[in-house]
C-alpha cells in the first residue's frame, strides 16, 4: 500500500511540483494551498506524512503544526517544514524534518520516511 502524503504550500506550482515528485517515488499526494484546508483535509483522512510551507498566509507551518500537535488524533502525524529560509530563521519548531528550498529528490524522500519510521531530525545551525 502507498504511503500518504500532504503537501501544504500557498504557491501552486511548488505545491504541484512536490505533488509530481513524489507520485514518481510511488507515494499517493494530496495538495492544498492553506493550513486550514489542511486541517479538514487531515481530520477526513489522516495521511502518513505532511509537508508544509513555513511561510503562509494566514496560518502559517508553525501554527498548522501547534494546532496537530495539540489534537490527540492528529499529534502523531510527522511534519516536515519546508521553506525557502534558512533553517535556523524557522526554528525548531518541533517538526519531525526540514527541507530547504530548493531540494532534491531523494532528500525530501529521505526526510519523508525518517519521519514515517520516527526518527525526528537533528537541526543544527
Known amino acids: ?19 509530481m515528485l513524489l507520485e514518481a517515488a510511488g507515494y499517493r499526494v494530496t495538495t492544498t494551498e492553506s493550513a486550514l484546508s ?3 483535509i487531515v ?3 489522516p495521511p502518513d506524512a505532511i509537508i508544509c510551507d513555513a511561510v ?9 503544526l501547534s494546532v496537530l500537535r495539540r489534537n490527540p488524533a492528529t499529534s502523531s502525524i510527522p511534519i516536515i517544514i519546508m521553506s525557502g529560509y534558512d533553517r535556523c530563521k524557522v526554528g525548531e519548531i518541533g517538526q519531525d ?15 519523508i520516511e525518517s519521519a514515517i519510521q520516527g526518527n525526528v531530525a537533528a537541526f543544527a545551525c
Open 97 to 111: 524534518g526540514f527541507l530547504w528550498k530548493p531540494f532534491l529528490i531523494h532528500e525530501m524522500v529521505a526526510v
Open 43 to 45: 481530520e477526513s483522512n
Open 56 to 64: 503562509m498566509p494566514g496560518m502559517n507551518g508553525a501554527e498548522l
Open 38 to 40: 489542511a486541517l479538514r
Open 1 to 19: 500500500m502507498k504511503r500518504s502524503v500532504l503537501v501544504v504550500d500557498d504557491d501552486g506550482s511548488v505545491a504541484d511540483a512536490v505533488e
